[in-house]
């Protein structure tokens, strides 16, 4: 995530066995989804992970992918697996248990302290569908 007076980096926390079991897709290169409008780009996702499985409901699978002329990784979560704020209940976590927690770059100190995902291993092996890229 990148805010506009600063790089921001998120440390993103989730039930593993959940995100083990959620729908998860992986986006081909070829789908445009960046300088659209949102709602032109929700379409043009949606219409992949139809394409990959008719079955499921695009707002509710995790989409894999490889970050266009950047060469890394990245998952982007739909709004259907988080969680919201809800007067007089308070935040929920959503199905996948989600915590976030974002600040500026220099605030994480070093990188090695932080966990990172094994894209190819663990939780994102299972009930992953599409071309891993």
């Known amino acids: 995530m990148i805010s506009n007076k600063c790089y921001r ?14 729908k998860k897709a992986w986006i081909k290169q070829e789908v445009k989804w960046r300088g659209l409008k949102p709602e032109d780009t929700e379409k043009n996702v949606a219409k992949a992970i139809k394409d990959i499985e008719d079955d499921w409901d695009p707002k509710k699978v995790l989409r894999l992918s490889i970050v266009a ?27 996948l248990d989600i915590e976030a927690e974002c600040k500026p770059m220099k605030d994480w100190g070093k990188k090695e302290d932080h966990p990172q995902a094994e894209w190819k291993k663990y939780v994102f092996d299972d009930n992953t ?3 891993p890229q």
Request: net charge neutral; hydrophobic share 35%.
């Open 9 to 22: 980096w998120c440390s993103i926390k989730a039930d593993k066995d959940e995100v083990k079991k959620a």
């Open 69 to 95: 002329e950047r060469d890394f990784l990245q998952m982007v979560i739909p709004t259907g697996l988080v969680g919201w704020d809800v007067p007089l209940l308070g935040h929920t976590k959503g199905p």
């Open 129 to 131: 569908k599409g071309d």
